[in-house]
């Protein structure tokens, strides 16, 4: 006997309040300024902020990339962004192999060592990699960014890729090595390959908290040339902000599409990827 459940139309009009009103509040703010930036000055001046342009004006667009050096600031977060997410993965997903797989001594031992990074928080270790980083010369370079966001983003790493690792039936790699695989033979060409959506979440996940990383490139960076997209935009809102409205919405909108191209083409692969990686493991 099938017993069929009736919500309460009272608790399902109320969940559909809260979901609406969460939405509206994480929506709202991306909707008002990218509807700005494609409006003129005046209607900038005479409209609601709510209220949708009637043109799309790319003319603030063309004074932001001609007021602030727009460009080099991307194309030094796009290189912050690959060195790290390539070295975190190159050194996260092997790591994952070697305590789950070839189950080395001290195996577990090391993944809890590498989990207690995840409770540090990073205003503790500035000081030390800024003295460190000043001593050895590595100040207004890339790897004063790289260095301590793989760090940071090491243990979430190596955790995701356990979680899904631990469930690949150790059959499979028998296989590979009857047949003449090695060790790296076999994570190259069979266990990676189906960590496929655990890579892809580790990359989507990581990928915006080094796009939007302000703390280490503010701290560790004085050269204009080697400025990130958030401190950049950071110093043209703080001088442009109060008198050109449309040119700084342009700007915040070239550096918030990014990370959401990016997440709205992989956001299913970042679902799976967390229910192998995580409540798998």
Same mark, same amino acid.
């Given at each position: ?27 709202? =703010? ?97 000081? =030390? ?12 370079? %890339? ?25 690949? =039936? ?53 050269? =204009? ?10 110093? %043209? ?45």
């Amino acid at each position: 006997m099938i017993i069929k459940r009736h919500r309460n139309p009272v608790s399902r009009g109320l969940i559909y309040v809260v979901v609406g009103a969460f939405l509206l509040v994480q929506v709202y =703010p991306i909707a008002w300024v990218l509807m700005s930036s494609f409006k003129t000055p005046e209607q900038l001046a005479g409209t609601p902020a709510y209220a949708p342009p009637t043109q799309f004006y790319i003319g603030n667009f063309v004074r932001a990339f001609e007021q602030a050096d727009l460009l080099a600031y991307l194309l030094n977060s796009t290189l912050v962004a690959l060195l790290t997410i390539g070295l975190t993965i190159a050194i996260g997903a092997p790591a994952a192999y070697a305590i789950e797989k070839l189950r080395i001594r001290g195996g577990r031992l090391v993944l809890g060592y590498l989990l207690l990074g995840i409770t540090v928080p990073v205003f503790v270790a500035l000081l =030390p990699m800024f003295q460190t980083f000043n001593a050895v010369g590595l100040r207004d370079t %890339y790897w004063a960014l790289v260095i301590p966001q793989v760090g940071f983003n090491l243990p979430l790493c190596v955790y995701l890729y356990s979680g899904f690792m631990r469930y690949i =039936p150790d059959s499979l790699i028998e296989a590979a090595t009857i047949e003449g695989a090695g060790r790296f033979r076999v994570f190259i060409s069979l266990v990676f390959p189906m960590s496929l959506n655990t890579t892809i979440t580790i990359i989507a996940y990581n990928f915006v908290f080094v796009w939007n990383e302000f703390v280490f490139a503010n701290t560790f960076l004085s050269e =204009p040339r080697m400025k990130t997209l958030p401190v950049g935009l950071n110093d %043209y809102v703080g001088v442009m902000g109060q008198t050109d409205f449309g040119a700084t919405y342009a700007a915040i909108v070239v550096a918030i599409v990014p990370t959401l191209v990016l997440y709205f083409f992989l956001n299913r692969r970042v679902i799976d990827g967390m229910a192998a990686g995580a409540v798998r493991g």
